[in-house]
């Protein structure tokens, strides 16, 4: 289970998205920093594909995972901080959070829900 939110992440380290479609449910839903984007094929088409296609590099540090499963159902807490430095523009260091529910289909896990925010680093 741990191993398809890092394959998540790794896909954003490498700002390459392609085929994290799998790893989320069809009618999964994605929030991000209060906000509803939809399931996770509409955010990757309006948000996150074009976000990654803007940056020069993303990456992440202080990563930890807790995981605790309530029968078929894992529910997973993740926090990290992270860097993103834009193609244009001022670089970006936040301590970020996501929670994610995973339910298992077939032989895999999949992302149903997904929400992350992020902050500026206390005193920055």
Known sequence: MEAVLSQYKAAIKKLDA???E???AVDSQIFETGGYEGTYTTYLAHHLAPELAAFKSFTFSDYKVSVRF???VALA???YRYRIEPKNGAVAERIGVATSVL???GNSWKIVSMH???RKPKGS
């Open 103 to 105: 339910t298992r289909v």
């Open 70 to 72: 309530e029968g078929p």
């Open 22 to 24: 799998d790893l989320f």
């Open 18 to 20: 392609k085929g994290t």
């Open 77 to 79: 807490t993740e926090t």
């Open 116 to 118: 992350n925010s992020g």
